[in-house]
């Protein structure tokens, strides 16, 4: 798929470590698959089922996990026809990039992690080793989730602001490595939606697996009207005016009603609906929105095979870019095959080694400040001439972008290009593709 510099790739993983929640759903779900419909949006989601290995040692939890959240995703909409939808596992090139990574990645940086500085400082405070309990995975968390947006160059990340850090350390580690490497990474941006409604759970406070304070998205019907009726509320009796301030009944009911409805459980309030009623009616509007998604999570979760199935072309619809996308990382890096530049095997053809290593793309500055590149034949000849640049790595990100995605590369980065007729285009697509094609066998 040609990846347009109008098109922005967005990335999303999910830990497979529990069960789908009424928050999990308006806070993350129901708005990724929105953006997922977006003509100018490029969608990556994958189940991170390394990063459960680093929380949970129970497999048959995270083997059910990943099959409820996958389920989960399909039955609220998200086409897998039209994004990419993965298991991180299936994607081999992935640990292979946390190890590129790693060597260069600053351990004084890891040190300095959300997760990892928690549990040294839990450790300090009950006296024992601070790494006594601190697994490497753990430390190197950073890394791993670092290779997951990197692998496919996205441009935005949704995270809370709990998970920024981790976004600023993989530019920190992309940035690195295009410093030692050549222009191969885009540094990804967190996207932050302060507007994204985090929902109370039972008790009031934030609906999290944690407090066991949660509302399965997909409980059937008489255990969710049951989980609604004990929504802790205060003691004010029918007829006493209520506060929606603060109240966990009406914030949640809020995230799924619309404004006219939330409207008219507010005046409700003021004009001191009972509790039970008020319970009611958030069990029927929730219910409204989740039956028929439930329907569908059935007859998914019925059907483990058919899931197996979406997954496992969603794995291989990603190959066809981590693959090839690898074999330039593997070769910029030097794990390369022995007779490639060395005149071993190739003494009899040295005229074509020479005129092969001519081929790719070659980057400069130009006395007017700006930052250019060209595309070269084998011969050396210039095929594609870009215009300039405000920064290298801009220049680099669309590099990138066309090695990534060659295909349809004329209509993708014509703004990027000074004008190039067919007979040209199509020997640089020729090229493009024969670079791609070595890059990924070498």
């Known amino acids: 798929m040609a990846a347009s510099p109008s098109i922005t790739r967005y990335l999303t993983g999910i830990t497979t470590t529990g069960t789908p929640h009424l928050g999990n759903y308006v806070g993350s779900v129901r708005p990724s698959v929105a953006a997922s419909r977006r003509d100018d949006v490029q969608s990556f989601y994958f189940l991170a089922d390394y990063h459960a290995l680093i929380k949970c040692d129970e497999p048959a939890r995270i083997q059910r996990s990943t099959l409820e959240i996958a389920a989960t995703w399909l039955a609220c909409g998200l086409d897998p026809e039209r994004v990419t939808f993965y298991r991180q596992s299936d994607i081999p090139e992935i640990p292979e990039l946390t190890w590129l990574l790693t060597c260069v990645s600053a351990k004084g940086m890891l040190n300095r992690a959300h997760a990892y500085k928690a549990a040294v400082d839990k450790n300090v405070a009950r006296g024992e080793d601070p790494d006594g309990d601190v697994s490497a995975g753990l430390f190197m968390y950073p890394v791993l989730m670092a290779a997951d947006i990197v692998m496919f160059n996205a441009h935005k990340v949704p995270v809370g602001r709990d998970q920024a850090q981790h976004l600023e350390m993989t530019r920190d580690v992309a940035q690195r490595f295009n410093h030692l490497y050549g222009e191969h990474f885009t540094l990804p941006e967190a996207e932050i939606d302060d507007a994204v409604a985090l929902l109370p759970g039972l008790d009031g406070r934030k609906m999290s697996k944690s407090y066991d304070n949660t509302i399965p998205l997909f409980t059937p019907r008489a255990q969710l009207q049951k989980l609604i009726a004990g929504i802790v509320t205060d003691s004010r009796a029918p ?113 074509k080694a020479k005129s092969a290593s001519k081929m790719g793309f070659k980057q400069y500055r130009e006395r007017d400040g700006l930052f250019y590149f060209k595309l070269l034949d084998e011969r050396g000849s210039t095929l594609l001439q870009s215009l300039g640049f405000k920064s290298p790595q801009d220049a680099g990100r669309v590099i990138g972008a066309m090695q990534h995605f060659p295909d349809d590369f004329v209509n993708s980065f014509a703004d990027q290009l000074e004008p190039v007729d067919n007979q040209t285009a199509l020997a640089a697509a020729k090229v493009l593709k024969t670079l791609s094609q070595a890059d990924g066998e070498s």
Do not use: N
Request: aromatic share 8%.
């Open 239 to 351: 007829g006493e005016p209520k506060d929606t301030e603060g109240s966990a009944l009406f914030q949640i009911y809020q995230a799924f009603a619309s404004a006219e409805e939330t409207e008219a459980l507010r005046r409700a309030f003021a004009e001191g609906i009972a509790w039970g009623d008020a319970k009611q009616m958030l069990f029927e509007r929730i219910d409204r929105e989740i039956a028929p998604l439930r329907a569908r999570y059935d007859s998914l979760m019925a059907d483990p095979a058919q899931i197996e199935r979406i997954l496992l072309a969603g794995a291989e619809k990603a190959r066809t870019l981590s693959r090839p996308f690898m074999g330039r990382l593997r070769h910029a890096v030097g794990l390369r095959t022995l007779a490639e530049g060395t005149g071993g095997g190739k003494a009899a053809q040295p005229s």
